[in-house]
């Protein structure tokens, strides 16, 4: 049985805690840490089988029992906490980013080094069943060469200027999950990024320093050629959609709903809307990554993703941005350089 401790109980957090209480068999939460733990959640995290709430997270740091950590605090403490868990011997499970620095993330790869430790972090859309099943289907060689990717990704509403500043902007938050998505589907890394951009949903986001409408053509290492293209609002849910075009043909998925009814009649053919919610879309796909993360240590493998599989997103996003700014295709051996990787 490996013991978990988690750190962060806020949205993220519980969705893990409800995972490990009710999917992972091979795992229990000992621990639960959040500095600004509410006894309301400590009522709700006992009821889950958590033994333990504390507001210090030092706590599961020196716990022996305690094997492995999930990090599902705020971004800017995810490289520390990992450097501590490492140093402390436990495995690590941390939401993205790692970091927007590359500069600690790389601090966080130096860590790990000949530890043996698993480190996976929580792009949790690989496990999607609908992104799965398509980049088997491309690896499978059913579409071919793949030449054109496509990804749609759009909130249904846009975030507080309160929380833009924070974010690290649009191509560090929003768009760093379809940079991912667009190397697991390529099977491969991108070269080049162009962004073209916009406000057009809402001023204060322009006025807190991002943009909330944007379109990015990628050139990947395979040859083939991406589009992403984000909105911070989609007045009809939360679209997550993705296409793949190849040499032999194509393969795409659409939008989970409540159902698939499709109602046609004199006044047109109508059917549900997607999902509105992101816990609502992806809530199988946060138990299936940690899942993975568990069997992973129990098995002694590699975790699906590990740390360079954090790294290059952030890279992509820092290329996304400096396109965005400069108004020209940023190449990723720039970004390289620029870091002094």
Known sequence: MI????IGAGRIGKVHITSIATRVAEARVKTVADPFLTPETEVWAKSMGV??????????MNDPEISAVLICSSTDTHSQISLEAIRAGKHVFCEKPVDHDVK???????????????YQVGFNR???????ALQKTVAGGNVGKPEIIKITSRDPEPPSPEYVKVSGGIFLDMT???????????????EEIYVQSANLVDPAIGQAGDVDTAIVTLKMQNGALAVIDNSRRAAYGYDQRAEVFGSLGMASVSNDSQSSVQLSNSDGVT????LFFFLERY?????????EF??????????????EDGLKPVLMGLAAKKSCQEHRPVSIAEIISEEGL
């Not at 013991?3 to 988690?6: A, D, H």
């Not at 760093?176 to 890394?189: E, K, P, S, T, Y």
């Open 126 to 132: 690989r496990f999607d069943h609908n992104f799965e």
């Open 283 to 291: 809530m199988d796909a946060y138990g299936k990554e940690i899942t």
């Open 104 to 118: 600690k993330i790389m601090e966080v790869i130096k860590a790990l080094e000949g530890t043996g430790l698993k």
């Open 51 to 60: 033994e333990h709430t504390t507001k210090d997270y030092h706590e599961i």
């Open 294 to 307: 568990i069997n992973a240590i129990v098995n002694n493998r590699e975790t699906p993703l590990n740390i």
């Open 271 to 274: 059917e549900e809307k997607p």
């Open 3 to 6: 013991k978990v401790g988690i």
């Open 176 to 190: 760093i999950h379809d940079f991912d998505m667009v190397r697991f589907l390529a099977g491969c890394d991108a």
